[in-house]
């Protein structure tokens, strides 16, 4: 597997606050990376850091084997990478089949030839997540799990090498992380590099084929998930009193 981001020895504070100091990873094609952490770790900070949102005060960003450090958000979507929010984004008034659509649309290809294959393209993207039942519903008429899956269509319709998910799981029934675990899944069969920021240890871990875990802005460790999840150091991290909420399964 070749190396797809490669982060170097990043470090970004907030005023008097260390967030990340010395953080370098990689992530491969075609893998699924778990990155873990109490919370403040500095998981979001690093996806912020990638997209351009703030600029690292040390380090570099590489991604193929280009440097990306500090490029605004829309050239670093262009490049190839697509983040998933915490919270939904999706344009209210809007349907799903809709807002994917507008998604497609920063895509410079369709942008200059919208029509039938930009139909074609978006109705694919929506069954890629499982969204061909509720194409003409809005969000507000959306269950969790479903927006959960209309932002990850919004994602993936920028034709992604690399997406990066902040806590995709986070409220769901185990059911319905069942359901987005196999989407997930099918678009790294489809090739896609996924890096996968979650505090539901037993959805992410039965994903990842790697884990990086941070502590205090620091790479704490790095193995595969059954090495993570037997090491002793990563415990007595999520045990310690600076994290609110520990994984369920350590
Ligand atoms: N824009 C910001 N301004 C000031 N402080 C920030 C900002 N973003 C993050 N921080 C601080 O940086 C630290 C790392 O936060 P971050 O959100 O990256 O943690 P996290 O690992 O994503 O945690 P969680 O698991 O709770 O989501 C925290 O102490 C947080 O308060
Ligand atoms: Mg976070």
Redesign the pocket.
């Known amino acids: 597997m070749s190396e797809l981001l490669r982060i170097e020895r990043i470090a970004k504070s ?2 008097g ?1 260390q ?1 990340l100091s010395g953080v370098s990873l990689s992530a491969m094609r075609g893998e699924v990376l778990g990155l873990i ?10 996806f ?1 850091l990638i997209m351009g949102l703030f600029r690292p005060d040390e380090g570099r960003i590489c991604f193929k084997e280009r440097e990306i450090t500090g490029w605004p958000t829309h050239r670093v979507v262009r490049a190839g990478i697509a983040r998933v929010y915490q919270l939904a984004q999706a344009c209210r008034s809007k349907s799903v089949f809709e807002n994917v659509e507008l998604s497609l649309l920063t895509d410079r290809i369709f942008a200059w030839q919208p029509g039938s294959r930009c139909r074609a393209r978006t109705l694919a993207v929506c069954a890629q997540v499982g969204l061909s039942d509720v194409l003409h519903r809005t969000p507000q008429m959306l269950p969790q799990a479903r927006l959960r899956q209309l932002e990850l269509a919004r994602a993936v319709a920028t034709d992604p090498d690399l997406l990066l998910l902040d ?1 995709p799981f986070a409220g769901l029934t185990a059911t319905e992380v069942g359901a987005l675990s196999e989407v997930i899944a099918a678009l790294r069969a489809g090739g896609m590099a996924i890096v996968l ?1 979650d ?1 539901n240890m037993r959805g992410l871990m039965r994903l990842v084929d790697r884990v990086v875990v ?1 502590n205090f ?1 620091r790479v704490l460790a790095e193995g595969l998930p059954q090495e993570i999840l037997s090491s002793r150091l990563v415990q007595e991290a999520y045990l310690s009193g600076t994290a609110s909420s520990g994984p369920d399964v350590l």
């Not at 952490?37 to 690093?46: D, I, V």
């Open positions: 907030f005023g606050l967030a952490g109490p919370n403040g770790a500095g998981k979001t900070t690093l912020n806590e920021v505090h941070i802005g």
